[in-house]
Each structure stands twice: as C-alpha cells, then as structure tokens.
Nanobody, 123 residues
C-alpha cells in the first residue's frame, strides 16, 4: 500500500520560511509526477506546485518566485521550500503523487494523497 507522509508544517510570521517534505513508501517504481495541493477550510482545494519526473515544474501564480518545488525521483520524495510566506498561504498542505496520469493542477490525476500538514502564517 502506497503511503505519502508529509512533514515540516508549522507556524511562522509573515515573511518567514518553511520547508515541507514528503516521503513515499510502498511503491517500487518512480511516480510520473509529485506535487503539493493546499486547502483552506470552506474553500476549494488548489494546486500549488507540481514536479514532473522529467524535472519540469509548474506553480500556482500567487506563489511563483516565493515557492520552489524539488525532489528525488529515485527516492520518490518531494519538497516545497516556501519563502516570504504570506497570511494567505495559511492552509493544510497535501502531498500528491501520480502513478497513472499527471493532471497538473487538476486533482483527478493524482491517485495518492498524504494526510496533510498545517501551515499557519500570522501577520
């Protein structure tokens, strides 16, 4: 059974930084892509950053220039370096992975999800 485990969430003041990590277990090949989604209670979940196995990346417009996604294909790990955090970045962040189809910022392609880690940014 595939499991994604996130770590690195927490509380920071605006302008601070956090680094999220996600490690996968139970999968003996390389995911086609991995990434991060986030959700604020009462709002729709949104894609934040995606990294394809080839190394290409994409970002939600509001985080470009502040967030950086990276990873290790062989280890099926993905990271999200978040700098210059803003209160609007407050959310639960979910690690996602796909072994079937990469759908960018659409949820349907990701067949593996982590439990989520809370990020809180205070002003």
């Amino acid at each position: 059974q595939v499991q994604l485990v996130e770590s690195g969430g927490g509380s920071v003041q605006a302008g601070g930084s956090l680094r999220l990590s996600c490690a996968a277990s139970g999968y003996n090949s390389q995911f086609l892509c991995m990434g991060w989604f986030r959700q604020v209670p009462g709002k729709e979940r949104e894609g934040v950053a995606v990294r394809w196995r080839r190394g290409e990346t994409d970002y939600l417009r509001s985080v470009r220039g502040r967030f950086t996604i990276s990873g290790d294909n062989a280890k099926n790990t993905v990271y999200l370096q978040m700098n210059n955090l803003e209160p609007d970045d407050t959310a639960i962040y979910y690690c996602v992975a796909s072994s079937t189809f990469c759908s960018g910022f659409a949820e349907y392609g990701y067949n593996h999800w982590g439990q989520g880690t809370q990020v809180t940014v205070s002003s």
